[in-house]
């Protein structure tokens, strides 16, 4: 009876050759009550946190650029304001032409 035969070789993107069951796993709780089982995700300080599924890849986000960015919030309560204006400007010429 021989070992069981255990793939290894090298990996992409500076992983660690080796047991993948052995990583680093999710520190969050499911709706069970039971640990994730899910690979952490490794931040760029090289801390392990949690999975992709329980907010991995949100730890990492930074919001430069999209539709939830301070610049297109900021543009949007513009806009917001502009449309507010322009209905009480409505209004007034409404009211004024009325009478």
Known sequence: ?????TKQGILRHGNPSGDFSSSPR??????????????GVRLPDGEYTR????GGAAAIA?????CRSASALAEGREVAELCRLTRE???????????
Not at 1 to 5: D, G
Not at 89 to 99: E, M, P, S, T
Request: hydrophobic share 30%.
């Open 89 to 99: 400007l409505g209004k007034l010429l409404l009211d004024r032409r009325a009478a």
């Open 26 to 39: 999710c520190d969050a709780q499911t709706r069970k009550g039971t640990d994730c089982q899910a690979p």
């Open 62 to 66: 930074n919001w430069k650029h999209g």
């Open 51 to 54: 999975c992709r599924m329980h």
């Open 1 to 5: 009876m021989s070992a069981p035969h």
